[in-house]
């Protein structure tokens, strides 16, 4: 966990939270915010849609597929550690990173935002780390699977899960950030909540919140387990 | 203290009829061998299969066909991965570690913790002449250095095999020493040792017996000598500094197992012969009847680069 914490991927990371915190900060100028002017404005287009999949995926790609590349990952596998060990150990540093780098930086989203956005961080943070888990899943699995694994992770997460997770119809509900923008929804209804700011509610379609839920941790375990299967079985 | 308790009754190393594809490429192809203790060496052309043999018994292949065990346990598994200690030929580490943190880690991913951790890092150090220099960042090391601790890493569990790929590459000649006396060292106390290099002359005065694989096949195995005798085909030629070339010379033409003399310029004799002990029992027959002053008599093609060519001239033509 150490070794990931101290890579480029962290200096990316803190980067892209720097910038989104200044743009928070200039949003936060105006007088007349609320809770649902932040979730619409800043919480889902920006983090939701963006930083979130891009914090998951700088460690949890990089997991195995690192290794890969640098070529160390004969180091343990040629040890007495089974493999499901390996997988469960890196899959348990890069999700660590992920929930702090997700969670974290939510709440200083929250914070930075003023009572508006700290009201959102304290409501919606299981959103946040439901969707951070099955993000860390995929690319968890995505870094087993391929040698250029956050190549293959950003183009999804920049193609597919912004494109298909705001399409009509219900191809969206492929995406992850699909269902975490209904969680969303489904907890902020009370402020007067809906689908993106430009996007007709007529073809979102939000799925109610347990429903979100239950999908995210369907999906979770089942790319966990993907993961772990392929990862047990795959010549290196 | 290992994971795995040692079950030395299975043969350490075994391969049974293994095969290796990658979809129409056959990377290996039907090897059934046993490793032996004491030092094998592992030699091919590019492409023979050394790479994939050497990656079926780390057990970071699986064979298409048959099967490689090590102590009974499949090599794929966990458990046999701790009788195996692997030295790999790429130049890859945690580049941010020090040397001595390197081995330590690998020693804890063997199981190792607390003062058994620290002093097991420690020997495998000093084992490999590092103890004085391991603290420094890996990054900072030169190739030699480098070299010395990936061995490191490979001892530092004690395992019952220790498999080399190209261990000597990039050290000097003093560590080239220092490490061979490592390797020895090993052999000698019971650890079997599988050495894969492209350097022959290694092999004449390192390795007990010696692997040629050529096309994922092992073409020939044993000690250099014992491979040399069976190449029929390719006579042994022997030199001989004696006092009366031309004597000898036809004498020996009289020798049923001498297939041809020559006299070198230098006055030497040389000698082709089959079957070399009938040749050598006949020839000191000779030396001692004819009274003959020998200064030195020597097989010029016993060489593992000798034999290595003889073996692909043979394979080539099957």
Redesign the interface.
């Given at each position: 966990m150490w070794r990931m914490l101290r890579s480029r991927q962290t200096w990316i990371n803190a980067l892209l939270l720097v910038l989104v915190l200044l743009a928070a900060t200039a949003w936060s100028q105006h007088h007349a915010r609320t809770a649902a002017h932040f979730v619409r404005e800043v919480f889902l287009p920006i983090y939701v849609s963006f930083l979130l999949p891009i914090f998951s995926l700088c460690y949890a790609s990089h997991a195995v597929a690192g290794e890969r590349q640098e070529q160390t990952l004969g180091y343990l596998l040629a040890t007495p550690l089974t493999r499901p060990v390996i997988y469960l150990a890196k899959w348990s540093a890069a999700l660590a990173l992920v929930l702090v780098w997700n969670l974290g930086g939510a709440a200083a989203l929250g914070r930075i935002a003023g009572p508006a956005g700290w009201t959102c961080f304290v409501r919606f943070w299981p959103a946040v780390l439901w969707s951070s888990v099955a993000y860390g899943c995929l690319f968890h699995l995505f870094s087993v699977l391929f040698r250029r694994a956050t190549v293959v992770s950003l183009v999804y997460a920049l193609f597919l899960e912004t494109f298909l997770g705001n399409v009509p119809g219900v191809i969206k509900r492929v995406a992850i950030s699909y269902y975490t923008q209904c969680l969303v929804i489904a907890g902020g209804q009370d402020l007067g909540l809906g689908p993106a700011a430009g996007r007709d509610p007529a073809l979102f379609v939000p799925l109610a919140g347990d429903t979100a839920q239950l999908v995210l941790w369907c999906v979770s375990g089942a790319l966990f387990a993907a993961g772990m299967w392929v990862f047990c079985r795959r010549e290196y | 203290m290992?994971?795995?308790a040692h079950d030395t009754t299975a043969p350490l190393l075994e391969f049974a009829g293994v095969s290796k594809w990658y979809g129409p490429v056959i990377a290996v192809n039907d090897v059934t061998v046993r490793l032996e203790p004491g030092i094998t060496g592992l030699v091919g052309p590019n492409g023979a299969g050394k790479s994939t043999l050497i990656r079926l018994l780390?057990?970071?292949?699986?064979p298409s066909l048959g099967e490689v065990r090590v102590r009974g346990r499949r090599a794929w598994s966990?458990?046999a991965?701790?009788h195996?200690g692997?030295c790999?030929d790429?130049d890859?580490?945690?580049e941010?570690m020090s040397g001595q943190a390197f081995v330590r880690t690998?020693a804890r991913?063997?199981?190792f913790t607390g003062r058994e951790l620290a002093a097991r890092t420690a020997a495998a150090l000093e084992q490999v002449g590092m103890a004085d220099r391991a603290s420094r960042p890996l990054a900072s090391y030169s190739k030699g250095m480098r070299q010395r601790i990936k061995l490191a890493?490979a001892l530092v569990h004690a395992p019952e095999l220790l498999v080399l790929d190209e261990p000597l590459n990039g050290v000097d000649p003093l560590g080239r020493e220092e490490l061979v006396h490592v390797f020895t060292g090993l052999a000698a106390r019971g650890t079997a040792v599988l050495l894969s290099s492209h350097i022959l002359d290694e092999m004449d005065w390192l390795a007990d017996r010696v692997l040629f694989l050529y096309r994922g096949r092992i073409i020939a195995a044993g000690s250099l000598p014992e491979i040399r005798q069976t190449l029929a085909d390719h006579p042994l030629n022997i030199r001989i500094s004696v006092d009366r070339p031309r004597e000898l010379a036809a004498r020996l033409l009289m020798v049923e197992t001498v297939q041809a003399v020559q006299l070198a310029p230098g006055g030497d004799l040389l000698i082709q012969v089959h079957r070399p002990q009938e040749c050598y029992r006949a020839l000191a027959e000779l030396i001692c009847a004819g009274g003959f002053q020998v200064e030195r008599l020597s097989a010029t093609d016993v060489s593992a680069e000798a034999i290595f060519d003889y073996l692909m001239q043979t394979a080539r033509r099957l």
């Amino acid at each position: 966990m150490w070794r990931m914490l101290r890579s480029r991927q962290t200096w990316i990371n803190a980067l892209l939270l720097v910038l989104v915190l200044l743009a928070a900060t200039a949003w936060s100028q105006h007088h007349a915010r609320t809770a649902a002017h932040f979730v619409r404005e800043v919480f889902l287009p920006i983090y939701v849609s963006f930083l979130l999949p891009i914090f998951s995926l700088c460690y949890a790609s990089h997991a195995v597929a690192g290794e890969r590349q640098e070529q160390t990952l004969g180091y343990l596998l040629a040890t007495p550690l089974t493999r499901p060990v390996i997988y469960l150990a890196k899959w348990s540093a890069a999700l660590a990173l992920v929930l702090v780098w997700n969670l974290g930086g939510a709440a200083a989203l929250g914070r930075i935002a003023g009572p508006a956005g700290w009201t959102c961080f304290v409501r919606f943070w299981p959103a946040v780390l439901w969707s951070s888990v099955a993000y860390g899943c995929l690319f968890h699995l995505f870094s087993v699977l391929f040698r250029r694994a956050t190549v293959v992770s950003l183009v999804y997460a920049l193609f597919l899960e912004t494109f298909l997770g705001n399409v009509p119809g219900v191809i969206k509900r492929v995406a992850i950030s699909y269902y975490t923008q209904c969680l969303v929804i489904a907890g902020g209804q009370d402020l007067g909540l809906g689908p993106a700011a430009g996007r007709d509610p007529a073809l979102f379609v939000p799925l109610a919140g347990d429903t979100a839920q239950l999908v995210l941790w369907c999906v979770s375990g089942a790319l966990f387990a993907a993961g772990m299967w392929v990862f047990c079985r795959r010549e290196y | 203290m290992t994971a795995t308790a040692h079950d030395t009754t299975a043969p350490l190393l075994e391969f049974a009829g293994v095969s290796k594809w990658y979809g129409p490429v056959i990377a290996v192809n039907d090897v059934t061998v046993r490793l032996e203790p004491g030092i094998t060496g592992l030699v091919g052309p590019n492409g023979a299969g050394k790479s994939t043999l050497i990656r079926l018994l780390t057990g970071q292949l699986r064979p298409s066909l048959g099967e490689v065990r090590v102590r009974g346990r499949r090599a794929w598994s966990a458990a046999a991965k701790s009788h195996i200690g692997y030295c790999a030929d790429t130049d890859a580490f945690y580049e941010e570690m020090s040397g001595q943190a390197f081995v330590r880690t690998v020693a804890r991913w063997h199981g190792f913790t607390g003062r058994e951790l620290a002093a097991r890092t420690a020997a495998a150090l000093e084992q490999v002449g590092m103890a004085d220099r391991a603290s420094r960042p890996l990054a900072s090391y030169s190739k030699g250095m480098r070299q010395r601790i990936k061995l490191a890493q490979a001892l530092v569990h004690a395992p019952e095999l220790l498999v080399l790929d190209e261990p000597l590459n990039g050290v000097d000649p003093l560590g080239r020493e220092e490490l061979v006396h490592v390797f020895t060292g090993l052999a000698a106390r019971g650890t079997a040792v599988l050495l894969s290099s492209h350097i022959l002359d290694e092999m004449d005065w390192l390795a007990d017996r010696v692997l040629f694989l050529y096309r994922g096949r092992i073409i020939a195995a044993g000690s250099l000598p014992e491979i040399r005798q069976t190449l029929a085909d390719h006579p042994l030629n022997i030199r001989i500094s004696v006092d009366r070339p031309r004597e000898l010379a036809a004498r020996l033409l009289m020798v049923e197992t001498v297939q041809a003399v020559q006299l070198a310029p230098g006055g030497d004799l040389l000698i082709q012969v089959h079957r070399p002990q009938e040749c050598y029992r006949a020839l000191a027959e000779l030396i001692c009847a004819g009274g003959f002053q020998v200064e030195r008599l020597s097989a010029t093609d016993v060489s593992a680069e000798a034999i290595f060519d003889y073996l692909m001239q043979t394979a080539r033509r099957l």
